[in-house]
């Protein structure tokens, strides 16, 4: 166990010096050492045939695709950076994504999360997050100096893959923002909590309880709201490459998805039973 605990310290190392995200590395982390633990008790070896049989073994435990997929990056890391081992696992074929589409709020749905939310801050959090299309972690971390009142718009800095992006807010929640940061404690971020800044689980929490006190009979997440920015702005008409810029997407292809969900588009189709009658 105390080789393991070694290995995992260096994957540690390793993975902040080339600049991934706190979650990735819990994420690796966990991976690596749970593969390591198996390897060791077994009588496996890390070989490309040892890998192979680890997967295999995942797959009959039913373990989903995307924990395959990512099991198979960890692993890969692991063997290139810390073993320095060149292994070729390129024969191991990557589980297929599942293609699930983005589930989407109705306008009308957001509208009353908003207005049946009392508190301030609560309900700039939602505002915030569904006008300017916000991961979860974008919006606790966002600072007070990366808003721009004047123009509507605000810096994601440091997002997905460590890159900073411009997206816009709306200016209906302006008035409220201005009040808000008049009454809001002595905090460079935007959004403080406890200790620092409001958590993952707090905001998802005030999302959770403005939808039910809605009454809207479902589980909706933040990252409803990001989708439903994105599905809301292709259906006005805005261009897919816009869109993709405001969400902070390398390829456009993770933003055409909304496509696939637009109600605006599907009702343009002319059903062929129609021109029957």
Known sequence: MEKITKEIEKTKEELKLRGYSPKTVKSYVYIIKKFLIEIQKSSLNITENGVRKYLLNLMDKNYERETIRLTIAGIKFYLRNVEKRNIDLSSIPLPKRKKKLPKVLEKSEIKAMIEITSNLKHKLIIMLAYSSGLRVSELTNLKVQDLDTINNTLIVREGKGSKDRLTIFSKN??????????????????FPGRKVRLTVKSVQKIIDNAAKKARINRKITPHMLRHSFATHLLEQGTDLRYIQNLLGHSDVKTTQIYTRVSKVKLKEIKNPLDNIY
């Open 173 to 190: 929640l302006k008035d409220i923002l201005l009040k808000y940061l008049c009454e809001k404690k002595e905090s460079k971020y935007l």
